[in-house]
């Protein structure tokens, strides 16, 4: 269960162990993992990312399970820059939780909307937990949607 987890202020510290689950999730999805493997220099984490303000962990006590990372917008909006969940510990509500998260990280950087480039796999699961798609976008893989989840107050 998501409840088994806690989601807390990522550090920079974390940045091997998230770099790690970013390969681990990547590597389970086929759509990408060729081109992924060709070019190993689009799997970053940055360590500069890795603030209170701008990401948070889903831990099992031992290890990070989860991440997500928001970053401010030039329009002043916030983007959901990252979001991973082992893929070992999927559908048990930690993405959910992490996005929850995300949704106040945003909201503490003044934003009114967060925004995410989904890959195909996810699209439904953003659309769960309240993002609308609003366009497609070119990514170094092809296409992707984009979605947007208008914040609620509080």
Not at 96 to 115: C, D, I, P, S
Request: aromatic residues 6%; glycine residues 8%.
């Amino acid at each position: 269960m998501a409840s088994e987890y806690e989601i807390r202020a990522a550090v920079a510290a974390d940045q091997p162990a998230l770099l790690a689950l970013v390969w681990k999730t990547v590597m389970a999805n086929e759509r990408d993992r060729e081109a992924l493997l060709a070019h190993p220099e689009f799997v970053q984490v940055p360590v500069e990312q890795l603030t209170s303000a701008n990401a948070c962990v889903a831990d099992d006590g031992r290890t990070p399970v989860g991440f997500a990372v928001v970053l401010p917008r030039p329009d002043g909006e916030a983007e959901l820059d990252g979001l991973f969940v082992d893929p070992a510990v999927q559908r048990l509500g930690i993405g959910r939780r992490l996005v929850e998260k995300a949704t106040q990280l945003a909201r503490a950087m003044g934003a009114t909307e967060l925004h995410v480039i989904a890959n195909d796999g996810a699209l439904a699961f953003y659309q769960a937990v309240g993002f609308v798609q609003t366009g497609v976008a070119e990514t170094q893989f092809g296409t992707a949607p984009v979605m947007r989840l208008t914040l609620e107050d509080g």
